[in-house]
């Protein structure tokens, strides 16, 4: 199951969402006060069904977006597609 870290940056309170395999999969925008962000918390636990993602894809990243109910988006997800290793050094 997804658990959220809430922590405190720049005098502002933010969330994380991880997946299972610990991985962040959301974050969310900076609230001012901790209790808006504990709702916000609760507004994404309340409205995460599957209908309300929009899914995007560019060639330079792809994610999702999360819309709340009242149509507005309440979190996006950027990835970047993932980097080719450097070369190794000539001759090898």
Known sequence: MAT???FQSSGQHWYRQHADNR???QSSEGYTAKASCENGI???Q???QPHRFESFF???ENGFNHVAA???????TRSTPPRRP???P???
Do not use: H, K, M, Y
Not at 70 to 76: I, P
């Open 70 to 76: 009242n149509g507005e988006s309440s979190a996006v």
């Open 46 to 48: 309340a409205n995460c």
């Open 58 to 60: 560019t060639a330079c």
């Open 90 to 92: 000539a001759g090898r």
């Open 86 to 88: 450097a070369p190794g």
């Open 4 to 6: 959220f870290q809430l």
């Open 23 to 25: 991985e962040i999969v």
């Open 42 to 44: 609760r507004a994404v």
